[in-house]
């Protein structure tokens, strides 16, 4: 599964989650927001990032994989009539 963040700060989060043997597995990756020019503070902070998270697969509660893997159905209501 992936899902996407973008932080108050504009840069944004991609997020691969994964389950196997009941162990729930996170991996990130950061990126300037899509803009013809991006600020440079954006890029030094994405690029920041990534090297602090390149080749590392982070193990996440199972809690945490379940509230960031619900389909958009269980997060909307129907509208009332």
Do not use: C, H
Not at 46 to 69: C, E, H, S, V
Request: glycine residues 4%.
């Amino acid at each position: 599964t992936r899902v996407i963040y973008t932080t108050f700060g504009g840069v944004v989060l991609e997020l691969e989650l994964a389950a196997r043997d009941e162990k729930y597995w996170m991996k990130a990756a950061a990126a300037s927001p899509p803009a013809a020019e991006p600020a440079p503070q954006l890029l030094d902070e994405a690029a920041a990032l990534n090297r602090r998270l390149a080749g590392w697969a982070f193990a996440i509660p199972k809690y945490k994989y379940d509230q960031m893997t619900k389909p958009l159905d269980d997060l909307l209501e129907p509208l009332a009539e």
